[in-house]
């Protein structure tokens, strides 16, 4: 089992892995500063833009998550892709929302993954023109008087995008395994860094680290 973590600016996120499943990272988002195009991944990063070359967001896995927003301008970038919508596109006047997460009940409780991280806003001028992130641990992005904000940890979700004077782009969320199963069957013979937990019929094994577990 292995818990990917969270990209930092420029770098998609790692893969999280449980024996033959794979859960692909996210996509780093655009940087404007250095023209680096945003990145594919399982869902998407925001588009950005500079000196008005705007910039299409990063392409999200099928199953897995959907496309970043785009912008149409310079000053307002698209958020990042999530598990269950595609991130907003930035407008003339704000940038664009982190697409929503998914909701699963696995660990026992209805609980929101992989949110897209907020748009971030290039605009000299006071007040909030960052993207909020979406549902499922997406951080805002940042803009002249906020800081970008990372996503949180053990989600899956995006970092906000950087802003004005605030250019550095938040980090990712690292990802999470969870395995449920009937309660009737045999319990596992060893775990390494699970919790283990039940609800209702169930024994859950949570890692929000990398571990293993055996049979």
């Known amino acids: 089992i292995t818990i990917g973590a969270g990209g930092a600016q420029n770098t998609n996120g790692q893969n999280s892995v ?3 499943i794979t859960s692909t990272g996210g996509g780093k988002g655009y940087d404007g500063y250095s023209n680096i195009a945003p990145g594919a991944g399982g869902s998407g990063g925001g588009g950005g833009s500079i000196f008005s070359a705007p910039s299409g967001g990063g392409l999200g896995t099928s199953g897995q ?6 912008n149409v301008n310079d000053a307002f970038g698209g958020g990042g892709g999530g598990a269950s919508a595609v991130g907003s596109d930035g407008t003339t006047s704000i940038a664009g929302n982190g697409g929503a997460g998914t909701a699963s ?3 026992g409780t209805s609980t929101t993954y992989s949110g897209g991280g907020g748009g971030g806003a290039g605009l000299n001028a006071a007040g909030s023109y960052f993207g909020t992130g979406g549902a499922g641990g ?3 992005g940042g803009d002249r008087d906020h800081n970008a904000v990372a996503a949180t940890a053990n989600t899956g979700g995006g970092g906000g995008g950087g ?5 550095t782009g938040a980090s990712g969320g690292s ?4 395995i449920r199963y009937l ?4 319990d596992a013979s060893s775990v390494t860094n699970g919790t283990k937990t039940t609800s209702g019929a169930y024994t859950i094994y949570t890692w929000t680290t990398s571990g293993s577990i055996t049979f």
């Open 183 to 186: 309660s009737t069957f045999s």
């Open 138 to 140: 997406g951080g805002n």
């Open 18 to 20: 449980f024996s033959t």
């Open 163 to 167: 802003g004005r004077g605030n250019g």
């Open 65 to 70: 998550g959907n496309n970043g927003g785009t």
């Open 105 to 107: 009940s696995i660990n």
């Open 175 to 178: 990802g999470i395994v969870i």
